[in-house]
């Protein structure tokens, strides 16, 4: 984005009171400068005056008086609406953002670092928040009052503005060549920053694991090496800054000199007070162009973050609000009154994807096979097979690049995104809970009583766990489900499933990190909570889906083999036979047989 994109962007979030605000700072430089211009006057009167001398004293006075409450009331008045204007700005920008980044697609997650989107939320939106305000509001207040002073010195002496102007381009060609140095080196910064959180916040989850392989000497190095990389990035900046500040001393200084001697020369022909008025305003200059250049520089970086800021302020979504707003399908409803689906059949034809579409391969390719309603299917496959990617595609986490799925004859690329989804269950593979009670992560819309809760409890053989905590469904869930063990939270994810009484549920190896009493539980839950809807299990322990209806086999992104687990196995030429010899279900079922016989 060019920079006075950044500028008219930053206006429009400000909202409407920075052009007041710039009025009255603009007031405030006039008021400071007809202040000298008042006092040279009064200088004037009071030496050549012989007569009413102590009324003209009052006259000057209060009008004097006028022009510091003028200016007082319009520092004031500016600096209040630039505050306003602020907090506004970072209300807007805290807001859009946090709204684009979590309606961002999977994929935005999947490529971008959590160190990067940290830093975003964290030490760019501080920036603006705490530092934007303050050093704009000094930029603009003292580079007007400067200006001021400038034109009361040109008016006593023209010549010193030529000197001014001369002095001014150098100064804004030193500025801009730092300015872009610095964003440079800023923008090194940044990213060894957010390198550096990403290291933290990827160790600090894997304490356990680096401790185990004893490689935290390793870990400190890299640390030490990141945390290098990015004080080279700071130490620039600040030699651009001192630089900036020496250009701005220098032009400075020769508006002083240039003033006294204007003043030197015009000995004689210039009154003592334009003297006095002239070497007065130009002995605040220098301070003042180092002031206003320090505060416009800072300013700048705050603009870097800001133009991230926007970066993410304008993330795609995942899901186009105002498409999703006006959809008439938004509101779709079998002709019997149910709402869709109604049957759970799932269709895929042709169907490919990729994580990533014209970068990276296909997935899945070419996936093709039906799952009439009610039937329960079991995936499986070998480890990068595509089986959880069957899921996300039927979440249309998956964009598809060719094919289609359709659930009840109506393909899911039609539907809208959050009715899709609210369609369908997906019990994952890692659970995760958000901190808050029980039954808020049971019931987060609260539309389901108690005692329907407590039925779905006692389906998912959790009702004797809450029973014993005097909290019981006000139980507390830490960050993630943190103080459950993986199998309960596994559990209360099923719980939330059966409350949800689906017509399509999607397993994704949610039984993989159980223990064998709680899998076989878990099983007859199942086949009892869920006779109603259409099972899709993505298997990892392949005997927990012998008794299903279905059996698809998935290799590299395609569909292999599908049947029944009858036909499948009879076959001792397929996948699935081998696979089954391999994980020792064969020999246990010879077993029982050998047994019963």
Not at 173 to 187: E, K, L, M
Not at 306 to 311: A, D, G, L, Q, W
Not at 369 to 378: L, S
Not at 470 to 499: D, F, M, Y
Request: contains cysteine.
């Amino acid at each position: 984005m060019t920079f006075w994109g950044l500028t008219w962007a930053l206006l429009r979030l400000s909202g409407r009171c920075v052009p007041v605000a710039v009025l009255a700072f603009a007031a405030c430089a006039v008021a400071l400068g007809y202040q000298l211009i008042w006092i040279k006057g009064w200088i004037d009167s009071s030496v050549g005056a012989t007569v009413h001398r102590a009324s003209d004293g009052t006259d000057w006075m209060t009008g004097l008086l006028v022009l510091c409450l003028v200016d007082v009331v319009a520092r004031c008045f500016g600096g209040v609406l630039l505050a306003h204007s602020g907090a506004h700005l970072s209300r807007t920008i805290h807001a859009e953002m946090l709204r684009c980044v979590v309606s961002s697609p999977v994929s935005f997650f999947d490529t971008t670092p959590r160190g990067r989107i940290m830093n975003r939320l964290s030490a760019d939106l501080d920036s603006i928040d705490s530092k934007l305000y303050l050093l704009s509001k000094q930029s603009l207040q003292n580079g007007l009052i400067m200006f001021a002073r400038l034109a009361v010195i040109g008016v006593q002496s023209p010549t010193v503005l030529l000197v001014g102007a001369v002095a001014g381009l150098v100064l804004l060609y030193g500025f801009r060549i730092t300015v872009r140095a610095s964003h440079t080196s800023r923008f090194f910064e940044s990213v060894a920053t957010s390198r550096v959180l990403s290291h933290v916040t990827e160790s600090m989850d894997a304490m356990s694991s680096i401790r185990a392989y004893g490689v935290v000497e390793r870990f400190c190095d890299h640390f030490a090496r990141l945390a290098d990389v990015n004080m080279r990035g700071y130490l620039t900046y600040c030699m651009c800054f001192r630089f900036l500040r020496a250009i701005a001393a220098v032009c400075g200084l020769a508006v002083v000199l240039c003033t006294l001697l204007l003043c030197v020369v015009g000995v004689g022909t210039l009154d003592r007070s334009s003297v006095g008025l002239s070497l007065s305003a130009a002995s605040t200059i220098p301070m003042s162009l180092m002031y206003i250049c320090v505060t416009s520089f800072s300013a700048l970086q705050m603009v870097v973050a800001f133009e991230r800021c926007i970066e993410y302020m304008e993330l795609p979504a995942e899901v186009d609000e105002a498409e999703h707003k006006n959809d008439p399908s938004n509101d779709i409803v079998k002709p019997d009154g149910q709402d869709w689906p109604s049957q759970g059949k799932v269709e895929f034809d042709s169907f490919a994807a990729s994580y990533r579409p014209q970068i990276l391969p296909d997935v899945l390719r070419c996936v093709s096979f039906t799952v009439e309603p009610m039937q329960k299917v079991g995936v499986v496959g070998r480890t990068g097979a595509g089986k959880s990617s069957l899921a996300l595609a039927l979440l249309r986490v998956l964009r598809s690049s060719h094919g289609s799925i359709r659930i009840d004859g109506l393909d899911i690329a039609e539907v809208p995104l959050r009715k899709l989804r609210r369609g369908v269950t997906l019990i994952p593979q890692d659970p995760n809970l958000v901190r808050g009670s029980l039954r808020e992560n049971l019931d987060p819309t609260n539309s389901h009583s108690d005692e329907e809760i407590w039925e779905a409890l006692d389906q998912a053989h959790l009702k004797d766990l809450v029973s014993q905590d005097p909290k019981r469904l006000l139980l507390e869930a830490g960050e993630g489900g943190s103080n459950l063990s993986t199998g309960q939270r596994q559990l209360v994810c099923l719980a939330r499933a059966i409350l949800r009484r689906p017509r399509l549920l999607l397993l994704d190896e949610a039984t993989s990190q159980m223990d064998g009493d709680t899998d076989r539980l878990i099983q007859a839950t199942l086949r009892e909570g869920f006779a109603h809807c259409t099972l899709i299990t993505i298997a990892h322990r392949i005997h927990t889906v012998l008794d299903y209806d279905r059996i698809l086999v998935m290799d590299d992104g395609r569909v292999c083999e599908f049947g029944s687990v009858a036909e499948l196995l009879s076959n001792k030429d397929s996948v699935f036979h081998r696979m089954a010899d391999e994980a020792g279900v064969l020999q246990s079922d010879e077993t029982d047989s050998t047994t019963s016989l």
